[in-house]
């Protein structure tokens, strides 16, 4: 099944045979201290960078109705983000994983996209589209 947005996957995660748990990290994407010209004017053009976690949060697929009520929860918590890392836990004997059992994987999730090993999740923009990075 190919993924093109969020509301894809949400749909996705809701036909599973076993229970999912989504695991959402939100980033920004910010210019190193010591970047050169060259690398600030690519930024402002919209493209370099440096990917920095500012939050995360699972959600069981039942949770959310859409990429519309994710933004609007993200937004009353007042982050502006520019990309959202999406992964999902598998339940198992038909339980769906709690949110404490999430939060190590959450972990992993924010250290892999500080290592830029971001190649096991989906971005997607905050419109719901995937988005290539790279």
């Known amino acids: 099944m190919t993924i093109s947005n969020f509301n894809a996957l949400l749909a996705a995660a809701r036909q599973q045979t ?16 010591d970047s050169t010209p ?10 370099g960078g440096a990917l920095v976690p500012l939050m995360c949060v699972d959600k069981a697929p039942n ?13 009353a918590l007042g982050q502006s983000w520019s990309v959202m890392f999406a992964s999902a836990m598998s ?19 924010v ?9 096991a999740m989906i971005p997607f923009d905050p419109q719901g589209n995937t988005v290539h990075l790279g």
């Open 18 to 33: 076993q229970p999912q748990r989504l695991l959402l990290v939100f980033a920004k994407a910010e210019l190193p201290a």
């Open 111 to 119: 250290e892999m996209i500080k290592a830029g090993q971001i190649g």
């Open 38 to 47: 060259e690398q600030h004017s690519r930024f402002l053009a919209g493209q």
């Open 63 to 75: 949770e959310l109705s859409s990429m519309a009520q994710l933004l609007d929860e993200s937004r």
């Open 91 to 109: 339940g198992t004997l038909g339980q769906t994983p709690s949110s404490a059992d999430a939060q190590a994987p959450l972990l992993r999730m």
